[in-house]
């Protein structure tokens, strides 16, 4: 719709939806108007939101498990026509504050290996659970792509819809909603979305305990004297939320624009 927007004229600037790309591509070269658009990185990202206090994602093992049933790239490329970059992190590829050596190597897509951590945690026979999926186009692809893939690894969703009007409240304040396939903004700051997410006090932090040993680590980037100090904590911090996984990233979202020149 944004891009028939700005095919037609009726505005000269709209912001849009990554997964809207194929259509900006397709207008560029077809509409009556002269139309161009640019795609650029952001520090959104789509995940499999956990409240890791709640059974059965308070064991490490299956939120590992979690971790290896997804494959990101297929995700990224089928969903986003390529735009978003697969995420192993909460913090993109190119964050200063992002231990690519250390966090990368971490997973990989390999449901053989997320059946063994399953059964190791003691589900043999997989696990059902129920999942929110906004009422949005675009979450109701996203949530019914990470259902069918994750179930190779033994992993059984049940979509729930919620309404994007109440998502955050089931999420931070009712805490209702234990697991949910959704997106978080991100900030410029890595150490700000490391805060929020897993701080014992962050605000998007609905488990209502930090990661162990992150808070720490978060207080001495934030005393830190230079972007080096700042940078040598924060990789600290996210390496400790990834091997724990508790954070369920699948991509980094893309931020496409159309416009009239």
């Known amino acids: 719709l944004q891009v028939q927007r700005v095919a037609s004229g009726d505005v000269d600037y709209a912001a849009m939806k990554d997964i809207q790309l194929p259509e900006a591509k397709a207008a560029k070269s077809t509409a009556p108007k002269k139309l161009d658009y640019r795609v650029s990185p952001t520090d959104q990202f789509a995940e499999i939101y956990l409240n890791w206090n709640v059974a059965p994602f308070n064991n490490v093992l299956v939120r590992q498990a979690l971790m290896y049933s997804l494959d990101r790239n297929t995700l990224a490329r089928v969903l986003t026509a390529g735009s978003a970059r697969p995420a192993l992190s909460p913090l993109t590829k190119v964050s200063w504050a992002h231990d690519a050596k250390a966090v990368d190597k971490l997973y990989t897509y390999d449901p053989v290996k997320a059946k063994a951590l399953l059964t190791q945690a003691g589900f043999p026979n997989g696990i059902t659970v129920d999942v929110g999926m906004i009422q949005n186009t675009y979450y109701v692809a996203l949530s019914e792509a990470v259902q069918a893939m994750v179930k190779a690894s033994g992993f059984t969703f049940n979509l729930k819809s919620v309404t994007g009007k109440e998502i955050n409240n089931r999420l931070y304040t009712l805490k209702n909603l234990p697991v949910a396939i959704t997106a978080y903004r991100g900030s410029p700051d890595p150490g700000l979305t490391l805060e929020a997410k897993f701080g014992a006090r962050g605000t998007a932090n609905a488990a209502g305990t930090g990661v162990p ?16 100090l700042r940078a040598k904590w924060l990789k600290a911090a996210e390496l400790l939320v ?15 624009v159309a416009f009239n020149p």
Do not use: E
């Open 213 to 228: 040993g992150v808070d720490p680590l978060l207080i001495k980037s934030a005393g830190a004297t230079n972007i080096k």
């Open 242 to 256: 990834m091997k724990g996984a508790y954070s369920i990233p699948i991509y980094h979202n893309a931020g496409l």
